[in-house]
Nanobody, 114 residues
Framework: QEQLVESGGGLVQPGGSLRLICAAS????????WGWYRQGLGKQRELIAY??????YVDSFVKGLFVISSDNAKNMLYLEMSDLKPEDTGVYSC?????????WGQGTQVTVSS
């Protein structure tokens, strides 16, 4: 059974950092392109970064601040986030990109607030 489990979120002050982790199971991780998605309050879910069988991508508004990486041996996806801002608040989820072909996990909440 395919499953995605995200972790690493939390409450952080502006300017802080977090490392998000996505653990995938029940699938061949290395054959896909993986992405991190963010859904802010009252907003649609958006793809902000992806990595995999095509050149990696990070959305321009977080470029240089967010770094996406993966470990195919461990079936893990990571998102290193630095210099966080209140507008980065939201639920972060992982999935294949851009098709979102896996059932969504619960996501991990990131709240940036002083």
């Amino acid at each position: 059974q395919e499953q995605l489990v995200e972790s690493g979120g939390g409450l952080v002050q502006p300017g802080g950092s977090l490392r998000l982790i996505c653990a995938a199971s029940g699938m061949i991780f290395s054959r896909r392109t993986w992405g991190w998605y963010r859904q802010g309050l009252g907003k649609q879910r958006e793809l902000i970064a992806y990595v995999g069988n095509i050149p990696s991508y990070v959305d321009s508004f977080v470029k240089g601040l967010f770094v996406i990486s993966s470990d195919n041996a461990k079936n893990m996806l990571y998102l290193e986030m630095s210099d966080l801002k209140p507008e980065d608040t939201g639920v972060y989820s992982c999935n294949t990109a851009p098709d979102c072909g896996i059932q969504w996990g619960q996501g991990t909440q990131v709240t940036v607030s002083s």
